[in-house]
């Protein structure tokens, strides 16, 4: 029998989605989708694991799973192609989690390069809340409950990955071959890796105000462009400026095309030429800002308008997400039952077990 295409992704409900969140998985999403190529494509929004370290504040996660849906449908994701679902609404992932984390051990976590730089970010270093120190092990349940053989991410979760594949390895290797092993489908783009913050730090966060959102208005987009972190040296228009670490031009590489020049910028043929003319001087910030500003004008106004009507039914919203649940419940429920089987802990389904154990005490 033929193993099916299946893709499994998500984000965590913490704040409505970023431009980050675009490039580096949502604009692919919707791609691969509308592909063709695969059998079944799930989808999720992480609530258990926001609430890792969100535990003290629940109303964050609540009312940010509207916000998400919102943004997922305002993208392209089709509630008829792609299973939309809630984590939390799957209690079969815990069970699958509880199981997985007799296959890992303390120091295997500590060692994850993800989990460790997500420790830093947070301040966890002494008193790391266990739900989020074992974050990899519920990804690893996450991925398997849904047979996925396809992960789309950024390669930061890289990391995470191969520890579920090493958790499907052991699994298998124990009880037999029952859980199927997924691979990672990086971005394309190099650009789309790691999208830095407006303000030219590593990544993007509501915390530190540097996301432009999905959801901002023309005039909000505008406002960030125009403040975006530049190279600090190049003063004047005529100083020859740096195209490495400089935001603006990380984001040219994100979202621009060659048919962009043509309808904005038609003295330059191509991002390359630009940048050519911005390292030798005689190019000014502000040209280049505005260039990008109407680029991220057209890449977004038609995600904003989508937005705007989905937002005019928002019971519509929620009951796509209640049937979406219910699709990923039936199928995560499958994969336990054979979990369970394979572990030889499906006693009441089990009728050899009755038998078994009758004619074992027969015998002595």
């Known amino acids: 029998m033929k193993q099916e295409k299946i893709i499994l992704t998500g984000d965590r409900p913490t704040g409505k989605l ?33 609430l890792t370290d969100n535990i003290d504040n629940p109303e964050k996660v609540r009312q940010n799973v509207i916000e998400v849906a919102l943004d997922y449908l305002a993208c392209g994701i089709d509630p008829a192609k792609s299973t939309i679902f809630i984590q939390s609404q799957i209690p079969e992932l815990c069970e699958l989690t509880f199981y997985f984390m007799d296959l890992v051990t303390v120091s295997r976590l500590q060692r994850n390069p993800t989990v460790k730089t997500e420790i830093q970010m947070r301040n966890f270093e002494t008193s790391i809340p266990v739900g989020f120190f074992t974050y990899p092990i519920s990804q690893a349940a996450d991925i398997t409950a849904f047979k996925a053989t396809t992960v789309p991410v950024g390669e930061d979760q890289e990391p ?24 990672i489908l990086l971005p394309e783009n190099a650009a789309c890796l790691r999208l830095p913050g407006t303000d030219g730090k590593a990544k993007m966060s509501k915390s530190l105000g540097n996301c432009i959102y999905l959801s901002d208005s023309a005039d909000e987009v505008e406002k960030k462009v125009k403040s975006m972190y530049t190279d600090p040296n190049h003063i004047k228009v005529t100083d020859p400026g740096q195209i490495e670490g400089n935001t603006v031009f990380t984001y040219l590489d994100a979202f621009s095309k060659p048919e962009h020049f043509e309808r904005y910028l038609p003295e330059y043929q191509s991002l390359d030429e630009l940048k050519a003319h911005y390292q030798r001087g005689g190019l000014g ?58 572990m030889k802990i499906n006693y009441f389904d089990d009728d050899s077990f009755v038998a078994e154990q009758t004619a074992r005490f027969a015998a002595e």
């Open 285 to 342: 910030d502000m040209k280049v800002k505005k260039l990008l500003a109407a680029i991220m004008q057209e890449e977004l106004e038609p995600i904003r308008n989508r937005r705007k009507e989905f937002e005019k039914d928002i019971p519509a919203v929620c009951e796509m997400l209640r049937q979406g649940c219910e699709v990923a419940r039936e199928a995560a429920a499958q994969t336990l039952s054979e979990v369970r089987r394979a």
């Open 18 to 50: 970023h431009i980050g969140h675009y490039v580096g998985s949502l604009r692919r999403r919707v791609e691969l989708q509308n592909s063709g190529l695969y059998d079944k494509i799930f989808i999720f929004e992480a609530d258990g694991q926001a």
């Open 160 to 183: 995470m990955l191969e520890q579920a594949r090493e958790i499907v390895r052991r699994f298998n290797h124990i009880y037999g071959e029952t859980l199927v092993e997924p691979n």
